[in-house]
């Protein structure tokens, strides 16, 4: 099968992104079982705000529609969103592939594993926006107050290059964290995520570090595997598909240059 996952990031388009694209590319082929085959697109443009704005990820939105329709004429079998899961209406309406939300993947699998988590990501911004996704999946009761660390997007060689100041203050945070009861840590964007396990950090004082890329591939395969004995999402209300007239109008817009 093939899996799709649209990153939020132009990856290969500059040096600074290359230890993180070769780490995604590691880790998919560790996790990805035999015959999947794992590609990461670029973004289809590099848009200014880098998560640090609703406009931007409204343009990232977009791009990620526009994507996920390229991948299916493309013959990808599932396609999987960034962690921010961004397109979470319009991906249902505008592609018959299954589409997997990586984040909502994620908290669902974990919430066996653990009894409650905490979002710990790379900017003040970006921690509003996730505990905006945790209210969206009404995992407020699960949810214990998350923070961030203070990592700039220009860091993304530095976090790799020159690992330890990046490790001492993630570290600070994430105790703090576990301190307040957190038993699992969602670290996020997925670079961060990436970074830990590159180097070999999976748990913070007894409380697990979630992998949403390795939760995002093997939930892609299980949809594919599932889909043949009757298993499908619900399509009625407004989880409905538009009607093909109205989605292909629709879909003439997103292929708009």
Same mark, same amino acid.
């Given at each position: 099968m093939k899996? $799709? &996952?649209? %990153?939020?990031?132009?990856? *290969?388009?500059?040096? &600074?992104?290359?230890?993180?694209?070769? %780490?995604?590319?590691?880790?998919?082929?560790? /996790?990805?079982?035999?015959?999947?085959?794992?590609?990461?697109?670029? =973004?289809?443009?590099?848009?200014?705000?880098?998560?640090r704005s609703m406009t931007h990820l409204h343009f990232v939105a977009h791009e990620t529609v526009r994507s996920a329709m390229r991948a299916q004429r493309e013959g990808f079998d599932v396609? /999987?969103?960034? $962690?921010?899961? =961004? *397109?979470?209406?319009? =991906?249902?309406? !505008?592609?018959?592939?299954?589409? /997997?939300? !990586?984040?909502q993947a994620t908290l669902a699998y974990y919430s066996q594993l653990a009894p409650n988590f905490a979002f710990i990501v790379n900017n003040v911004r970006l921690h509003h926006f996730f505990q905006a996704l945790g209210e969206r999946y009404k995992l407020t009761a699960r949810m214990v107050p998350g923070s961030y660390v203070d990592f700039a997007f220009t860091d993304y060689s530095n976090l790799w290059t020159n690992p330890q100041p990046f490790i001492d203050e993630? !570290?600070?945070?994430?105790? %703090? @964290? /576990?301190?307040?009861?957190?038993? %699992?840590?969602?670290p996020a964007g997925l670079y961060l995520s990436q970074w830990l396990i590159d180097q070999g950090i999976?748990?913070?004082?007894?409380?697990? &570090? !979630?992998?949403?890329?390795? &939760?995002?591939?093997?939930?892609?395969? =299980?949809?594919?595997? @599932?889909?043949?004995? *009757?298993?499908?999402?619900?399509q009625a209300g407004a989880w409905a598909i538009p009607p093909e007239d109205v989605r292909k109008i629709l879909a003439s817009e997103f292929e708009t240059k």
């Open positions: 899996i $799709c &996952i649209q %990153s939020g990031t132009p990856l *290969g388009t500059s040096d &600074i992104y290359k230890p993180y694209y070769e %780490s995604l590319k590691r880790h998919a082929q560790r /996790v990805a079982g035999p015959g999947t085959v794992v590609e990461f697109p670029n =973004l289809g443009k590099n848009y200014p705000g880098a998560a396609f /999987v969103t960034n $962690c921010l899961d =961004l *397109g979470y209406d319009e =991906l249902r309406e !505008m592609v018959d592939i299954p589409a /997997v939300f !990586m984040t993630f !570290m600070r945070v994430a105790k %703090s @964290l /576990v301190a307040r009861g957190a038993t %699992s840590l969602y999976r748990e913070v004082d007894g409380a697990i &570090i !979630m992998d949403p890329l390795a &939760i995002g591939i093997k939930m892609a395969e =299980l949809r594919q595997q @599932l889909a043949p004995i *009757g298993i499908k999402r619900y």
